[in-house]
């Protein structure tokens, strides 16, 4: 049978997924509620991939799949979502990868978001991270601020994606969406370009290299709230791969750049919900006390840790709280908790303590072969 892109891509929306994969050698692929399921019997051929990878790719997206190897860039479709899609070769054929991204941008109560952060939001100046590994829910968590924000506040927020996911309309707020590569060339200088424009708010789609982070840390210490994403889960891991990006003689320099002007991370994950219907959002989130910028300042992140679990008054909590919580209400299975903690033997013992968990888990040592998430 000859797949469409379009059957596929409805496909997707009606069974309520997230990525469509097209491989060849393998029918298509949803990814739904987390899981993948296929999407037809017949197998792809070289021609269905190329002939779909060519019904959605402009002309410019399919020269730089055959001068580099890949390409990535956001449509729409129909009135329905947008998607983000990425177009590859493997073994010497096209691949596509295509993300849902929807509509209409939900609000904090809906993805669980905490309201203490609400909060922070208001700072007028500083960097706020938004991390977790692909496919966790960071952009649409920063949709959702932006567009509180938006609702809220008379602001000039500047967002700089790569590609633009979700559209914002002007409300309170004027917003300005730029996209590397269609409307600059570049994250570091899109940042340099936005200070010239009146900004009140930045986004940084994604801090990728040291260039990007100094730029979105200059400004943020000129008197801007900037929003970041990093693919790290937790804060600790968060603030260590921000300072041993830079070289060891600028290490301390970022340290009290990152003391005086962090506000706050907040990291991420998703987790398939008990019932077998859609996923539920964990989060850590760690505000910047004048303790915690003294642990930052002094090279002691090891320390943050202990200062979330301490800081509950601040609205800060760890990931593994939260994964507890949700266990612990009969939001999630205990394995899909346990393979997402931080800190797995303690997140048993937490679970046993407070009478959870299956009857065979008994003590940490059931389950020492469990890995921690890994920082992407």
């Known amino acids: 049978m000859a797949y469409e892109i379009v059957s596929l891509l409805r496909m997707l929306i009606d069974r309520d997924g997230s990525d469509l994969h097209l491989a060849v050698g393998n029918p298509p692929v949803g990814r739904v509620h987390g899981h993948l399921q296929f999407f037809g019997e017949s197998p792809l051929t070289p021609e269905d991939t190329e002939r779909l990878m060519k019904s959605i790719a402009s002309v410019d997206n399919q020269q730089e799949l055959q001068e580099v190897g890949g390409s990535d860039f956001g449509f729409a479709f129909e009135d329905v979502a947008r998607f983000r899609v990425s177009i590859f070769k493997q073994k010497g054929y096209v691949g596509l990868v295509l993300r849902l991204i929807p509509n209409k941008i939900m609000t904090f109560e809906e993805i669980g978001l905490p309201q203490s952060l609400k909060q922070v939001l208001t700072l007028p100046r500083g960097l706020i991270l938004v991390t977790g590994p692909t496919g966790s829910g960071k952009t649409t968590s920063l949709a959702t601020m932006l567009d509180w924000l938006n609702t809220e506040f008379d602001h000039h927020i500047i967002t700089i994606e790569d590609p633009i996911e979700y559209y914002h309309t002007h409300k309170k707020s004027i917003i300005t969406q730029r996209e590397v590569g269609v409307d600059v060339p570049t994250f570091p200088e899109a940042i340099r370009r936005a200070l010239r424009q009146d900004p009140d708010i930045i986004l940084v789609g994604e801090m990728r290299d040291l260039e990007t982070i100094e730029a979105a840390v200059t400004a943020a210490e000129t008197g801007h709230l900037v929003f970041g994403t990093l693919h790290t889960t937790g804060a600790v891991r968060t603030i260590d791969r921000i300072i041993d990006a830079f070289p060891t003689n600028q290490q301390e320099q970022i340290r009290t750049q990152l003391a005086g002007n962090l506000k706050a991370v907040i990291s991420q994950t998703l987790i398939p919900k008990k019932s077998g219907f859609g996923r539920v959002a964990a989060f850590e989130v760690m505000i910047t006390t004048p303790a915690i910028q003294n642990l930052i300042r002094e090279n002691k992140s090891y320390r943050i840790t202990s200062a979330i679990q301490t800081g509950h008054k601040y609205g800060m909590h760890l990931l593994d709280e939260h994964l507890t919580a949700l266990y612990l209400k009969g939001i999630i299975k205990f394995q899909d ?40």
């Not at 679970?351 to 469990?370: F, H, L, N």
């Open 337 to 376: 908790a346990l393979a997402k903690a931080q800190q797995p033997d303690e997140f048993v013992q937490n679970i046993i303590a407070r009478g959870g968990g299956p009857e065979k888990i008994t003590s940490p040592v059931s389950v020492a072969g469990s890995q921690k998430q890994p920082a992407a």
